[in-house]
């Protein structure tokens, strides 16, 4: 079995581990259950609710298709979007990509016949959203 580190401030509190590693300890930071938003993706969401308002899009939804690639392997969608000109394009939204996260969306991309969007935050505001 391995050992982990444990952190007690003091006798009686509850133990939690020390991630190994930067990637651990940022993904500790960043994973929530699905269905529920990070910050990113809540402004995000926000970002395609005004642009709805704006007829630039039709629809969207968060989490809204699970994507098959390989055997017990899928891609989770950020959202699904339906542009107004009825094109229906995934938009990944991230603040930092590793490289399974990289992978996944590329080998998505090649095999389904929708427009792939990886989208970040700009700096100085806005997005930056670039066609994979």
């Not at 939690?16 to 809540?42: F, S």
């Not at 394009?89 to 095999?111: P, R």
Request: charged share 25%.
């Amino acid at each position: 079995m391995r050992e982990r580190n444990l952190l007690l401030a003091r006798p009686g509190d509850v133990p939690r581990c020390d991630p190994a590693t930067p990637l651990q300890r940022m993904q500790a930071l960043g994973r929530l259950p699905k269905g529920i938003m990070n910050k990113t993706e809540e402004a995000y969401a926000a970002h395609l609710d005004a642009q709805r308002g704006l007829g630039l899009v039709l629809w969207f939804r968060f989490e809204g298709l699970k994507l098959r690639l390989a055997d017990s392997t899928f891609y989770d969608t950020d959202f699904v979007v339906l542009a107004a000109n009825g094109q229906l394009e995934i938009h990944e939204v991230k603040g930092f990509m590793t490289d399974d996260a990289n992978v996944k969306l590329k080998v998505a991309a090649s095999q389904y016949p929708f427009v792939f969007r990886l989208v970040r935050k700009a700096k100085g505001g806005g997005w930056d959203i670039r066609e994979v």
